[in-house]
């Protein structure tokens, strides 16, 4: 309920008030009228009632005043939060989207997390936030749990959840994923599964950003090497989860991939002029996908993790002519 539709209720509720006790103070006065034989409508009687009227309204529009202030008072403190996302002590609700692209709901239990912030005070997460209790005397819930990024407002994850749900569900998710380590699991591990978190929404982002380019392109093998870097992206969920802390996956997400969506765009560009000779642009491409190959080879295959290193000239290379393709 906003403010306005509050102040227009205890309004209502005021004057409904005010009627039901005129409707009483008259039935007094008539029942004191029988019992005494006294007229109802002798001056000192008829002044007695308009006082005690008075009165009696003026302490109930004051009750009315103090309840509409406490009203808007609760509603800053505790904004608004929409019934998908129900508020309830000790726990957090979120939706996602599942293998088969349906939209599921998950409830979580957060007395770990309140523990460590208890302890803490602030627990540094995910997109580089920090999380932290408006009340740490009062349970964690949507209201109470509040976030802030870096050079932005602090804010209440209810708030986050109204002005991005995106987000919410990202931060969300990544506290689903810690809720069943301990206090001293997270004090001792927090950093690494923070890592981990950023690289799994990185590849995620990585995944869409291809397959929205895809769609775009008509060529059979561009498209399965598109295919196959998607793949082999999904494959290393299980070695970011190992290990989380890998320079190489890290520059692999950060540096190479990029490249490949920039060579990508570059390709479709060239692709979509009728008349053009995209054979130039396509062997830069397919050299890059033969590239991040190796490159997620040597990822996963320890015994060629030193080929890792090797490619970095190759990939100077190929973004060199990527810079002379723009200056061109």
């Not at 030193?306 to 100077?316: G, I, K, S, V």
Request: contains cysteine; glycine residues 4%.
């Amino acid at each position: 309920m906003d403010n306005e539709n509050s102040f227009y209720t205890i309004m209502r509720g005021v004057f409904a008030g005010c009627g039901v006790l005129l409707v009483l103070l008259l039935a007094l006065f008539i029942l004191t009228s029988l019992t005494t034989g006294q007229s109802m409508f002798a001056p000192e009687i008829v002044k007695l009632f308009v006082t005690l009227f008075q009165i009696s309204t003026a302490v109930f529009a004051g009750l009315a005043v103090a309840m509409l202030i406490m009203a808007i008072f609760v509603k800053k403190k505790n904004p608004a939060v929409p019934g998908s996302m129900v508020v309830k002590d000790g726990s957090l609700r979120y939706e996602y989207v599942d293998e088969n692209g349906k939209k599921r709901r998950k409830t979580f239990d957060l007395k770990n997390i309140d523990a460590f912030l208890k302890e803490r005070g602030i627990m540094n997460i995910v997109m580089d936030a920090k999380l932290s209790e408006n009340d740490p005397k009062e349970k964690p819930n949507i209201r109470n749990l509040m976030i802030e990024f870096p050079e932005k407002e602090k804010k209440s994850l209810a708030i986050l959840y109204k002005e991005n749900p995106d987000t919410y569900s990202r931060i969300a998710a990544f506290l689903d994923r810690i809720s069943n380590k301990d206090a001293e699991d997270l004090k001792e591990h927090l950093a690494r599964y923070v890592h981990q978190q950023d690289l799994l929404d990185q590849g995620d982002d990585l995944t869409r950003q291809l397959n929205r380019r895809r769609m775009e392109i008509s060529d059979g093998e561009v498209k399965a090497g598109i295919d196959a870097v998607t793949g082999r992206i999904n494959e290393l969920k299980t070695l970011i989860l190992e290990n989380g802390n890998n320079d190489k996956l890290r520059k692999l997400y950060s540096y190479y991939v990029p490249m490949l969506i920039e060579i990508i765009d570059n390709f479709i560009t060239i692709d979509s002029h009728e008349g053009t000779d995209n054979r130039e642009a396509k062997n830069k491409l397919m050299e890059t996908f033969d590239l991040i190959g190796s490159a997620f080879e040597a990822l996963r295959d320890e015994q060629k993790e030193d080929e890792f290193d090797q490619l970095e000239a190759t990939a100077q290379t190929i973004e060199a002519l990527l810079k002379q393709d723009k200056n061109a």
